[in-house]
């Protein structure tokens, strides 16, 4: 391990990439404590303390809530428009046709998703900031229409800028710049709970402690299972001359991991399942009694912890499949095989081959997609059983942090072996 650390030390191109990315990282850390005026923080953790989904928000954006910070949001609103972008490609003909473009095409739809995050950024912060108004706690005393107004431009203003870092992250292949946010975010309140641990440590909770260690092995054995399993597609290419020359028979496999999607299902899930509620927070103390009630019945709703949890699952699997059939093409892979000259054995290039690729990668899809969703809920379950605090938020942390550091590891290996390739 140290050798091949050195290795990526010594090489200049690969080092200045590690040390701009945690330059980057270290920026977000200092922009998410810049806080906004006006709060009651004493107040404010007693209501993230209380209420769930604005505790994921708060885990997501690194402590951005709890600090009122021009942060607050951190990637929220662009996972939100990524989704909506993503959606509409696979419905309008035109974002589709796009698609298929290429470079330019991807260009063109990540320009979309930026666009579109803009307004969703002030929607949010809109709605966050109503949220803690109407809020029991009284996080919110007074603040005026203006103070309103400087407040959504400061905390969009943010989320553009770290939509920015997470860009330029991603440009230096080293790791995903919106994933490294999410994860750099949860690291950083590792030890604050170990601090409040320590502090607030009791004898009876030993075996409390025992089974969180417990869920965290097995988290992590999980996702290192999945993340690393794939069927492998065995592929032949016929033989065929040119000149004196013989080309082709080789065989060779086409590797179709278990879980495609990676983590992005799991962020994708936690972005759906914090809407619903922050938007009928807004329509509480609505003057229309129709409105009000539906809005405390949802809010009601998403406080089952048993809804909660099988909506959670439920969303999990459904983005699983939803990313991988964005990701994954079995009719170019079937295009690519017949020009190149290759088969799989026993089925015929072409729409077979398609429909062969298609079959097999639902078929490990399903196990990939239930497991990811099982270590997912785990957690909670742990907790309705044993009545263990916070371990949900523990659960889905190690599961994002595992995959995030699992794929980092996959793309500097992947640029050793390239510049392995460029000295031979």
Known sequence: MWDKLKRIWKLKDLRNSILFVLGMLVVYR?????????????????????????GFLDLFSGGGIRNFSIMMLGVAPYITASIIVQLLTMIVPKLEALSKEGEYGRKKINSYTRWLTIPL?????????????????????????????????????????????GELISEKKIGNGISLLIFVGIVSALPGTIQSLII????????????????????VVGVVFITQ?????????????????????????LP??????????????IAMMMFPPMIASLFINAKTAWIASFATSVNNLWSNQIFYTAMYFILVIAFTYFYTSVIFHPDKISDNLQKQG?????????????????????????????FLG????????????????????GGTSLLIVVSVVIEIIKQIQAQLVMRDYDQV
Do not use: C
């Open 342 to 370: 290759g088969f799989i054995p026993g089925i015929r290039p072409g729409r077979e081959t398609a429909n062969y690729l298609h079959y097999v990668s639902n078929r490990i899809l399903l196990l990939g997609a239930v």
């Open 30 to 54: 200092f922009a998410a404590h810049i806080p906004i005026p006006g709060i009651n923080f004493e107040n404010l953790n007693s209501l993230l303390n209380s209420n769930q989904a604005l």
């Open 374 to 393: 099982l270590i997912a809920v785990l957690p909670f379950l742990i907790q309705v059983f044993f009545s263990m605090g916070n371990v949900s938020l």
């Open 229 to 253: 399993g794939q069927r492998n597609i065995p592929i032949s290419y016929t033989r065929h001359m040119s000149g004196s020359k013989v080309y082709g028979g080789v065989n060779t496999h």
């Open 256 to 269: 179709l991991r278990v879980n495609q999607a990676g983590v992005i299902p799991i962020i994708f899930a």
């Open 200 to 219: 607030n440590f009791d004898k009876s909770q030993i075996l409390n402690l025992v089974l969180f260690g417990i869920i965290a092995i097995a988290t």
């Open 121 to 165: 950024a002030v929607v949010q912060t809109f709605s966050m900031i109503s949220v803690l108004r109407n809020s029991p706690y009284q996080v919110i005393d007074n603040m005026s229409s203006w103070s309103m107004f400087l407040a959504v431009i400061a905390i969009t203003s943010g989320t553009v800028f770290l939509m920015w870092l």
